[in-house]
């Protein structure tokens, strides 16, 4: 049997614009079509945690809602970093980047990744949590990682997977894939539940 055969729904749609999710999905063995979705990603203040990716990744969904008929299973993820109770964005630029990265700098902090598997009738949201603790950094660390790595299109303006992850972080407890956009772990499970009751 292909890797992924038994988990593949008849028709798989990733609703996200990020390469690594893309690679992700695929390294599962799974076929699937992507089409973006696109929101402004916003969300209502009162929100915290968890609840924000969780609310972002059903905004994706919901925006791709025509994709939701028979067979088709529509994915849609969104990451966060938490750290002492807020969220550290993707960065505006290079010098919100370089503040953020100071902040995380011999520190633990959370990346909340929320997966969500809609279709017609159904709609199932999950989650994984990742702690990650960071070296102290100093300026030229940072300074390297600003101008030679890819800060910008990332929650918490790093991606483990570059060289700021393999020199940076000191430890992590949890999923590695959540960090860098989509927990494997969540999406095989939920998939492998999903199968024979949803598709
Ligand atoms: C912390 C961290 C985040 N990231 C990425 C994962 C996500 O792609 C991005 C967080 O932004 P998201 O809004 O979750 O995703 P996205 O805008 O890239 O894609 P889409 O909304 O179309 O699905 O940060 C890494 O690649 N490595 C890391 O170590």
Known sequence: MALGASIQPPRLILGSASPRRKSLLEALGLHFEVRAAHIDETYPPGLSGVEIPEYLATRKAMALSEFHEGGTLVLTADTIVWHQGKVLEKPAGVNEARDTLRELSGMWHEVITSVCFSGK??????????EVKFMDLDQTDIETYLRKGHPLDKAGAYGIQEWIGLVGVEEIRGSYTNVVGLPTQVVYKTLRDMAGRYF
Do not use: C, P
Request: a positive charge; proline letters at 0%; charged letters at 30%.
């Open 121 to 130: 009738g159904f709609l199932e949201v999950k989650h994984a949590r990742t």
